[in-house]
T-cell receptor
Framework: DSGVTQTPKHLITATGQRVTLRCSPR?????VYWYQQSLDQGLQFLIQ???????AKGNILERFSAQQFPDLHSELNLSSLELGDSALYFC?????????????FGPGTRLTVL | QKEVEQDPGPLSVPEGAIVSLNCTYS??????FMWYRQYSRKGPELLMY????GNKEDGRFTAQVDKSSKYISLFIRDSQPSDSATYLC???????????FGPGTRLSVLP
C-alpha cells in the first residue's frame, strides 16, 4: 500500500458526460501528479500540482482540468467524455515535487466511457 | 519516433535466469532515469532511480544509464516468479517539467 488513495475505483459513464476523480496524497506529500494509462498510449503524464499551484503540464486535453485543494487532496475533472477517454487514471504523490523525488502511485480509477 | 522506446515483449524466462530490460530515448535533456514495476491492475511502484550516467545496484536489481548512447538498462538476477510484471522505464529533465514513461515490457518468469 503506497498511502495514496483514489476514489472511485471504477466509473462507468456515457459519452458527453462529466466525471470527477479524487486523489488523497500520502501524509506529508505536497505534490500530486495525474497520469492516464491506456493500452495504445501507455502511461501519459497529465499534470502536476505542488502545494495548491500548478507546476507542470503534460499531455492534458482542454476538456480535462485539475486542482489541488488546501488540504492537498486533488481532483481531476473530465468533461465531454469520448470513447477514447476510457483508461486507467493514476494519481501519484511526492514530498517536494522535484525532478528526483520518488513518486508513489495510487491504485488508480478505471474509467469506462460507453 | 517516440521520445522513449521500449520493447513491449512479452518476455518469458525460466526461474533463476538473468533478465535484461532496456529503453532508448531521444531527448538529451533527460537527467533522471527510473524503473517502475507494475503488477496487473495495480499502480506502478518505483524499483530503481538513477541520476545521470552510471550504474546502481540494489539487491537483485542493477540499473545502468549510458547517456552518450541514450540507452538505459535494468538487470534482474536470479529472477523469481514474483518478478512477473510489466516494467516501465521513466525519465525526466532536471526540472521535472518533462516526465515521460516508456510503454513497458511485460515479463513472465516461469517456475
Amino acid at each position: 500500500d503506497s498511502g495514496v488513495t483514489q476514489t472511485p475505483k471504477h466509473l462507468i459513464t456515457a459519452t458527453g458526460q462529466r466525471v470527477t476523480l479524487r486523489c488523497s496524497p500520502r501524509s506529508g506529500d505536497l505534490s500530486v501528479y495525474w497520469y492516464q494509462q491506456s493500452l495504445d498510449q501507455g502511461l501519459q503524464f497529465l499534470i502536476q500540482y505542488y502545494n495548491g499551484e500548478e507546476r507542470a503540464k503534460g499531455n492534458i486535453l482542454e476538456r480535462f482540468s485539475a486542482q489541488q485543494f488546501p488540504d492537498l487532496h486533488s481532483e481531476l475533472n473530465l468533461s465531454s467524455l469520448e470513447l477514447g477517454d476510457s483508461a486507467l487514471y493514476f494519481c501519484a504523490s511526492s514530498v517536494g515535487g522535484l525532478a528526483g523525488d520518488t513518486q508513489y502511485f495510487g491504485p488508480g480509477t478505471r474509467l469506462t466511457v460507453l | 519516433q517516440k521520445e522513449v522506446e521500449q520493447d513491449p515483449g512479452p518476455l518469458s524466462v525460466p526461474e533463476g535466469a538473468i533478465v535484461s530490460l532496456n529503453c532508448t530515448y531521444s531527448n538529451s535533456a533527460f537527467q533522471y532515469f527510473m524503473w517502475y514495476r507494475q503488477y496487473s491492475r495495480k499502480g506502478p511502484e518505483l524499483l530503481m532511480y538513477t541520476y545521470s550516467s552510471g550504474n546502481k545496484e540494489d539487491g537483485r536489481f542493477t540499473a545502468q544509464v549510458d547517456k552518450s548512447s541514450k540507452y538505459i538498462s535494468l538487470f534482474i538476477r536470479d529472477s523469481q516468479p514474483s518478478d512477473s510484471a510489466t516494467y516501465l522505464c521513466a525519465m525526466s529533465d532536471a526540472y521535472g517539467q518533462n516526465f515521460v514513461f516508456g510503454p513497458g515490457t511485460r515479463l513472465s518468469v516461469l517456475p
